[in-house]
């Protein structure tokens, strides 16, 4: 069975701060990846996807991916209250080339 | 934007009865899925479509069947409710490149 983990937190981080959020994956064959954003009570929402090797920035967010270790993570830099959510790494590697969810982490800022 | 809109956000139906949650989508994506969201057990796929009159499973299809006779629209039915499938729906449709845009979600529950 093909895995994605994370670590469910609460992440508790001060507003200002960096919010660093990892997420590991079993699929060595896996190539396509996706960090979703879900407010409490509300649908997820795509944030950032990735399917090189490195680093790629999108405003405040940055989404790190490292195939040989097998995690991809996601950096939130000056994080805000309303960045408080849970946070779900995604990767391609189902049966039929599905989406795998992670169960999610809990990322609350403090103002 | 894409929008994906469900039928309803809110539904409680009584154990035995045959529930359809409707999804529908105006982007004309091929490709639409159907999850479950339960806390501690995150988001897992029951059925998706590649095209009209297509369906496939996905990890957990038991008890439930699916419908697609217009490309736009994607149709979840429990054919006999159990409590057991109180849950969160959320039916989501591929942009491209796998990256998935959700629908508000259907909060269940079977009494």
């Known amino acids: 069975q093909k895995e994605v983990e994370q670590n469910s937190g609460p992440l508790s981080v001060p507003e200002g701060a960096i919010a660093s959020l990892n997420c590991t994956y079993s699929d060595r064959g896996s190539q396509s990846f996706f960090w979703y954003r879900q407010y409490s009570g509300k649908s997820p929402e795509l944030i950032m996807f990735?399917?090189?090797?490195g680093d790629k920035e999108d405003g405040r967010f940055t989404a790190q991916l490292n195939k040989a270790s097998q995690y991809v993570s996601l950096l939130i830099r000056d994080s805000q209250p309303s960045d408080s959510a849970t946070y779900l790494c995604?990767?391609?590697?189902?049966?039929?080339?599905?989406?795998?969810f992670g169960k999610g982490t809990k990322l609350s800022v403090k103002p | 934007d894409v929008k994906v809109t469900q039928s309803s956000r809110y539904l409680v139906k009584r154990t035995g009865e045959k529930v359809f949650l409707e999804c529908v989508q105006d982007m004309d994506h091929e490709n639409m899925f159907w999850y479950r969201q339960d806390p501690g057990l995150g988001l897992r796929l029951i059925y998706f479509?590649?095209?009209?009159?297509?369906?496939e499973k996905g990890d957990i299809p038991e008890g439930y069947s699916v419908s697609r006779e217009k490309k736009e629209r994607f149709s979840l039915i429990l054919e006999s409710a159990s409590t057991n499938q109180t849950s969160m729906y959320l039916c989501?449709?591929?942009?491209?490149?796998?990256?998935?845009?959700f629908g508000p979600g259907t909060r269940l529950t079977v009494l």
């Open positions: 479509s590649y095209d009209v009159k297509m369906k």
């Open positions: 995604a990767v391609i590697g189902g049966s039929q080339g599905n989406l795998i």
């Open positions: 989501a449709t591929d942009g491209g490149a796998d990256t998935q845009y």
């Open positions: 990735i399917y090189s090797n």
